[in-house]
């Protein structure tokens, strides 16, 4: 049986077949049917914070955020992340600058963005990657320092809290997937979590067209979701406290068993202050050799590790520019995301721990 990086939780199917019964009931499939406005509803007390939207998936809930900022010109971003945190930026015509990363938690350095600031700068767009928090108030004091919107890339950070609140609530704009493959999914699906009014409604707008009934407002986009990817939320709430806690379990075993006096992991800033959702198990290794050496023997046993981070962004070949990232160009080529999931089974993780141990 190929074991991949992640598997996709699926719940009972009676569970499923529950809600999806509501959908024949109210004949309503899309749109922001009941079920969705429940999700929203649900979702908003779970993470105990004030607005937020479900859209179609993660990559549309980044596009919203930066059309509904008005983002122009040069946005300050990460070059350590998935390849949509910086395509979203051009795609919307946007700079990106890149700012290096730190080593101990891989996130953006928030100690160097200061330098990469222009005249034409409108914005700090980061990832909290693998859902360990950025430097949040470091980043916040730059930006109201220089009058420049925050976008964060929450896309990992679902089920995470820092400092007594959820990790959605950072930034202006936070984002979110909820794909297939993440700690919480909707099969496909995205939100939006924005503190401020005026700007969450023009994202409710711009992901419905632009227009309420006969009145055309602004050029929007579709970036609604169907109520059948919110029958699979709304199921998948109720066993996301077993799903982490599943997780945790497989995450603390790989910490205590694989050998860290030559492999290095991330580490938290303010760790004690962190609710973590054990969303993926990097390992950092010695070199890029020893890295596709063990990528090939894990492949042997149909063992599927991934390249999380791989290439790092800045050196992807549709930009016009380079510019150097030593850091997250040297951590991006020897990094590699083992399989983590609720029921990994126990003999497959020691038979992976035992694979990257001996092959080191
Ligand atoms: C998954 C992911 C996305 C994209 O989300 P989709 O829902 O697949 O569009 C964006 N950024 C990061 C960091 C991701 O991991």
Redesign the pocket.
């Known amino acids: 049986m190929r074991i991949n990086v992640t598997k996709s939780f699926l719940p009972p199917i009676e569970e499923y077949q529950n809600q999806i019964k509501r959908i024949w009931e109210t004949k309503w499939l899309t749109n922001n049917g009941p079920l969705l406005v429940e999700l929203e509803e649900k979702l908003r007390n779970y993470l105990n914070i004030k607005n937020i939207t479900i859209v179609n ?6 596009q919203l955020a930066i059309k509904a900022l008005g983002l122009t010109g040069e946005v300050i971003t990460t070059p350590f ?2 390849c ?2 910086t395509t979203s930026l051009l795609w919307e015509n946007l700079e990106p600058v890149f700012v290096d990363i730190q080593k101990h938690d891989l996130n953006i350095d928030a100690n160097l963005i200061e330098a990469a600031i222009t005249p034409k700068t409108s914005a700090i767009l980061a ?1 909290h ?1 693998y859902g360990r928090p950025c430097d949040v108030e470091k980043i916040e004091e730059i930006a109201k320092k220089h009058k420049l919107k925050v976008i964060y ?1 929450a ?2 950070a679902f089920g995470v809290d820092y400092k007594g609140k959820s990790l959605l609530s950072y930034g202006d704009v936070s ?1 979110c ?3 297939a ?2 700690v919480f999914h909707t099969i ?3 939100s939006v979590v924005c503190n401020d009014t005026e700007v969450f409604e023009q994202i409710k707008l711009m992901k419905s067209f632009g227009h309420v009934l006969d009145e055309y407002y602004v050029a929007g986009i579709n970036g609604k979701n169907s109520e059948f990817h919110a029958a699979m939320g709304l199921v998948n709430l109720n066993h996301l406290a077993d799903i982490i806690s599943g997780r945790k379990t497989i995450f603390e075993k790989y910490s205590r068993e694989l050998n860290f006096s030559i492999l290095e992991k991330p580490k938290s800033n303010n760790s004690e202050e962190l609710v973590y959702n054990y969303a993926y198990y990097p390992i950092v290794l010695p070199n890029e050799e020893t890295t596709l050496r063990i990528i090939d023997k894990l492949n042997e046993v149909d063992i599927f590790p991934r390249r999380y981070f791989y290439p790092s962004l800045n050196k992807l070949k549709y930009l016009n520019t380079y510019q150097r990232c030593p850091v997250s160009e040297d951590i991006s080529l020897r990094v590699l995301s083992l399989p983590l999931y609720p029921d990994l089974d126990i003999e497959d993780q020691e038979r992976i721990i035992d694979i990257v141990n001996k092959n080191l």
Do not use: M
């Open positions: 998936n993660g990559t549309i809930a980044l992340s998935y949509a945190t990832t990657v890339d896309a990992h984002t997937s909820f794909h493959t993440k496909e699906g995205g």
